[in-house]
Nanobody, 124 residues
């Protein structure tokens, strides 16, 4: 399955964005989906993840309370709603698929398929 993240852009601090993750060549509905991000000069880090059913979610402390991950399996899309954005949220955001559908994991090695990423820039 190929993943494509979209929805990034330039936003002022305090603003909101909704990122989307869609699939081609397969379906997302049988995968747990994670969001990760990589800021300039930094290693990629975990942001959030959701189980295939949508019943389990997990967030990094850095975004907890400001972000909501959800999925619409009828539309085969996973969303990451980010609010109260901060300049430190600036990064390329990637979505990734974990074939263990029930596992909400923050570890990259659990994720088999990765998308190209979408750039989020938060200005101060």
């Amino acid at each position: 399955v190929q993943l494509q993240a979209s929805g990034g852009g330039l936003v002022q601090a305090g603003g909101s964005l909704r990122l989307s993750c869609a699939a081609s060549g397969g379906t997302l509905s049988s995968y747990a989906i994670g969001w990760f991000r990589q800021a300039p000069g930094k290693e990629r880090e975990f942001v959030s993840t959701i189980s295939a059913s949508g019943g389990s979610t997990y967030y990094a402390d850095s975004v907890k309370g400001r972000s909501t991950i959800s999925r619409d399996n009828a539309k085969d899309t996973v969303y990451l709603q980010m609010n109260s954005l901060k300049p430190e949220d600036t990064a390329v955001y990637y979505c990734a698929a974990n074939p263990v559908s029930t596992l909400v994991s923050p570890y990259e090695e659990r994720y088999t398929y990765w998308g190209q990423g979408t750039l989020v820039t938060v200005s101060s």
